[in-house]
T-cell receptor, first 117, second 116 residues
């Protein structure tokens, strides 16, 4: 099976612009989560989607949004970019079967590195 | 609130040595799952090993094993016969469920360097 894919891999934007990142989960996986990784804050949870519904969102401003499509692919959008949004954005997918979801392993994509100038 | 603490920001060992990375966590839950992920310079986050708190037996995956001490809320990772390819950032993580949604809570990471 192909792994989690993310596009684009690298992005350079300027302050005030908006950006859309894409994530394709492993085939059959229904849950998609997004994380932001920065040197200062480490890995922080952004949001999680399942069946086109956002089930949970981390402590990020409303400029950060996302969605999930019927094929489980997900996008996240950041509007009005700020310098502090420069980060590695990681997407992870999991099966989310009928069992205990806490035990479902999340598989990560290679990430999108965003640089805001 | 669940937190994960990795007290060793950096470690360095010689190839073929054994190294142990520390992780402690805080939770009031009784059953939960813990994970170790590896992030090499390529930035791809790779699962190393996982442990269910309900199971007494420590998880093992080839050269990787954990020492899970539930009462002490400690979850250390042991790498035996370390190899150059083990050089990476290692993150300990705790899986939370919020409104049915998964959320991994990560530690700050330990940068491990294997020297030839």
């Amino acid at each position: 099976k192909a792994g989690v894919t993310q596009t684009p891999r690298y992005l350079i934007k300027t302050r005030g612009q908006q950006v859309t990142l894409s994530c394709s989960p492993i085939s059959g996986h229904r849950s998609v989560s997004w994380y932001q990784q920065t040197p200062g804050q480490g890995l922080q949870f952004l949001f999680e989607y399942f069946s086109e519904t956002q089930r949970n969102k981390g402590n990020f401003p409303g400029r950060f949004s996302g969605r999930q499509f019927s094929n489980s692919r997900s996008e996240m959008n950041v509007s009005t970019l700020e310098l502090g949004d420069s980060a590695l954005y990681l997407c992870a997918s999991s099966l989310d079967s009928a069992g205990d979801p806490r035990g479902e392993t999340q598989y990560f994509g290679p990430g999108t590195r965003l640089l805001v100038l | 609130a669940q937190t994960v603490t990795q007290s060793q920001p950096e470690m360095s060992v010689q190839e073929a040595e054994t190294v142990t990375l520390s992780c402690t966590y805080d939770t009031s839950e009784n059953n939960y799952y813990l994970f170790w992920y590896k992030q090499p310079p390529s930035r791809q986050m790779i699962l190393v090993i996982r442990q269910e708190a309900y199971k007494q037996q420590n998880a093992t995956e080839n050269r990787f094993s954990v020492n899970f001490q539930k009462a002490a809320k400690s979850f250390s990772l042991k790498i035996s016969d370390s190899q150059l390819g083990d050089t990476a950032m290692y993150f300990c993580a705790f899986m939370r469920l919020i409104q049915g949604a998964q959320k991994l809570v990560f530690g700050q990471g330990t940068r491990l360097t294997i020297n030839p």
